[in-house]
């Protein structure tokens, strides 16, 4: 309890004044010096408001999508030509990312050490990818000769940051379908060799996987690396170092706690689940709620989030009160 003000009262038998002290909680101003401050590495009411945008845009196109859907379509057009400026722009498109990737390239190229890679920025996809791989190889080296600064929260850190990238996930996917299309056209030539068949080149010609320029990139550099080894068995030794944990969460817990996102120097991003933007959607509408999640789930961010709404409302309503009075 805090005081807030004082309250006087006349007693008209006893004839008699009389001077009280306001009271009131102090459990919103606890609240409110609980909530992050201003600049902080993670604000949950930032990431909501990104979180509600996301969401409309997302309705929006989905909106537009069943419009388009229901649209019949022309029969007499047929195929759209494509514009002479439709093609000018895409090919402008195509040889600025082409020029981003070798500027990135040249940059990825002078730096050696986990600090100076951490520290750089790429413009493309591909050139992320790199970064990345580059990371991931040189802190799994460190860690095979027993560096220093060699740790398996590094190695694990890396490549958690590194498979949550869509573009690498995207990629790693293509180049895996790829193979396994390669190895099931290998096993119909042997069998087809073995009946005296011949293989229709035609039908397989349709079947040929076409890989983005990220996927390209990434199976190049499957093949690159150093005197140490190459970037593809550093990615198998750090999922294997992974796979071979035999409580992965206790280790994160122990180990890294804190090195999870958003905490992690690789991987800032942190997205709200469904029944956290429930839970944010009742706050923002004053409505009550219980939540009822194990250990480690995303229970904080709701709590802190409560605490910024309410120092921004705390501050509005005695702004608006000191106002008044004067």
């Excluded at 890679?117 to 799994?140: D, F, P």
């Excluded at 122990?254 to 991987?267: E, H, I, Q």
Aim: hydrophobic share 30%; aromatic share 6%; with cysteine.
């Amino acid at each position: 309890m805090y005081k807030d003000g004082i309250a006087k009262t006349f007693d008209k038998e006893l004839r008699k004044s009389s001077i009280t002290v306001k009271r009131k909680s102090s459990i919103p101003i606890i609240l409110r010096d609980m909530a992050p401050p201003e600049g902080s590495l993670f604000d949950p009411v930032k990431k909501w408001e990104e979180e509600k945008e996301k969401r409309r845009l997302k309705n929006l196109s989905d909106a537009k999508a069943v419009t388009d859907a229901k649209k019949k379509p022309d029969k007499k057009s047929g195929k759209k030509k494509v514009k002479a400026a439709d093609a000018i722009r895409e090919a402008n498109a195509t040889e600025k990312d082409n020029k981003d990737h070798r500027k990135d390239l040249e940059k990825l190229s002078n730096l050696r050490t986990l600090r100076a890679l951490r520290e750089s920025g790429c413009e493309t996809g591909a050139g992320r990818i790199n970064r990345m791989l580059k990371m991931l190889h040189i802190a799994v080296c460190d860690l095979k000769m027993g560096s220093v600064s060699g740790s398996e929260p590094e190695v694990l850190d890396i490549l958690w940051a590194l498979e949550e990238m869509p573009v690498f996930r995207s990629a790693d996917e293509l180049l895996k379908a790829e193979k396994s299309l390669k190895k099931e056209k290998e096993k119909k030539e042997k069998k087809d060799k073995k009946d005296g068949k011949k293989s229709k080149k035609d039908a397989d010609e349709k079947k040929k996987i076409e890989l983005t320029p990220e996927a390209s990139t990434l199976k190049n550099l499957y093949k690159d690396g150093d005197a140490r080894g190459n970037y593809k068995d550093s990615l198998k030794y750090a999922r294997k170092l992974m796979s071979n944990k035999d409580d992965l969460i206790s280790f994160q817990l122990t180990k890294m706690p804190d090195r999870l996102p958003p905490l992690s120097v690789y991987n800032r991003r942190f997205q709200l689940e469904d029944w956290q933007c429930d839970i944010l959607q009742a706050i923002d509408e004053r409505r009550s709620a219980v939540v009822c999640a194990p250990t480690s789930s995303g229970k904080t961010i709701l709590s802190t989030y409560t605490c910024k709404w309410l120092r921004i409302r705390f501050y509005s309503f005695f702004r608006a009160r000191f106002l008044c009075g004067r």
